[in-house]
């Protein structure tokens, strides 16, 4: 069975500074996708960055990156230069072969420190 | 632009109690889900239907019922609502796959 895993309920980041969010899955599949999410205290989902599992380079999105290290099966979401409006809930989820939806973790939840 | 609507956005019953939540897209996607989210628990799936007239269950479909009568309507009901059933509902969809586009949320209160 699939099974994502966030082990940190909550982060705290200065402004300015870059910060990792930690996620980790467990899969037997070799053909998979990997996403973090957004939601802030409005209560939206917001996507911010996808990795497939045959992507030889990491995925990124601006300030968003996504530190993928397949044989430890993590994908850890790196935001650099922290912004007050980073502040937010970030949820990591996948979803592979055959599957109609994603499989989500517990989210962290991130403040930024001004 | 609106992408995946909600409706409605904030809702409380009684027990025992029947509602509807609405979500259309108009985007065109072929699959729609129905999730709910509680603290500390992640989203988990409710139903899904992968076209028009089709639906199936997802992780956690007891006391749920949804229809999917046109592409772009995915209707999640509540027969007989129940404390249990308080949470925050997102509707999303997709191509089909990969990438999610949820709606806003509606929070329901069951009292």
């Known amino acids: 069975a699939q099974k994502i895993t966030q082990t940190q309920p909550g982060m705290f980041v200065q402004e300015k500074e870059a910060v990792t969010l930690d996620c980790t899955y467990d899969t037997s599949d070799q053909s998979y996708g990997l996403f973090w999410y957004k939601q802030p205290s409005s209560g939206e989902m917001i996507f911010l960055i996808y990795q497939g599992s045959y992507d030889e380079q990491n995925a990124t999105e601006g300030r968003y990156s996504l530190n993928f290290q397949k044989a430890r099966k993590s994908a850890n979401l790196v935001i650099s230069a922290s912004q007050l409006g980073d502040s937010a809930m970030y949820f990591c989820?996948?979803?592979?072969?055959?599957?109609?939806?994603?499989?989500f973790g517990t989210g962290t939840r991130l403040t930024v420190i001004p | 632009n609106a992408g995946v609507t909600q409706t409605p956005k904030f809702r409380v019953l009684k027990t025992g109690q029947s509602m509807t939540l609405l979500c259309a897209q108009d985007m065109n996607h072929e699959y729609m889900y129905w999730y709910r989210q509680d603290p500390g628990m992640g989203l988990r799936l409710i139903h899904y239907?992968?076209?028009?007239?089709?639906?199936a269950k997802g992780e956690v479909p007891d006391g749920y019922n949804v229809s999917r009568l046109k592409k772009q309507n995915f209707l999640l009901g509540l027969e007989s609502a129940a404390p249990s059933q308080t949470s925050v509902y997102f509707c999303a969809s997709s191509y089909p796959a990969p990438l999610m586009f949820f709606g806003e949320g509606s929070r329901l209160t069951v009292l």
């Open positions: 989820a996948m979803t592979f072969t055959g599957a109609n939806n994603l499989f």
């Open positions: 239907s992968v076209g028009e007239g089709t639906t």
